[in-house]
Nanobody
Framework: QVQLVESGGGLVPAGGSLRLSCAASGRTFSSYVMAWFRQAPGKEREFVAAIIRATYYADSVKGRFTISRDNAKNTVYLQMNSLKPEDTAIYYC?????????????????WGQGTQVTVSS
């Protein structure tokens, strides 16, 4: 059974940093796209970043967030720097078996339960 478990969320002041982790189990995802999405209250879930052989970012986080993965640990990370109040959301880890990087949530087959990130102003 595939499981994705996120950790690392919390409350930080604007300008602060957090590092999210997502540990996968039940299958090896080294050849899959691993991504982060986020969903703020009252808004749709949106793409944040993804990694396969290269990295991809939403314009809103480019230059501030860094996605990385450790295939030996079946884990993906999201380093978030220079956080802004508008980054406040539940952050979800997701995995897609497709050979390209989807940005729509429907293209991802596996999801974690989410971790809350709150940035205070």
């Amino acid at each position: 059974q595939v499981q994705l478990v996120e950790s690392g969320g919390g409350l930080v002041p604007a300008g602060g940093s957090l590092r999210l982790s997502c540990a996968a189990s039940g299958r090896t995802f080294s050849s899959y796209v691993m991504a982060w999405f986020r969903q703020a209250p009252g808004k749709e879930r949106e793409f944040v970043a993804a990694i396969i052989r290269a990295t991809y970012y939403a314009d809103s986080v480019k230059g501030r967030f860094t996605i990385s993965r450790d295939n030996a640990k079946n884990t993906v990370y999201l380093q978030m720097n220079s956080l802004k109040p508008e980054d406040t959301a539940i952050y979800y880890c997701a995995v897609s078996p497709r050979g390209w990087v989807p940005v729509r949530p429907a293209e991802y087959d596996y999801w974690g339960q989410g971790t809350q990130v709150t940035v205070s102003s």
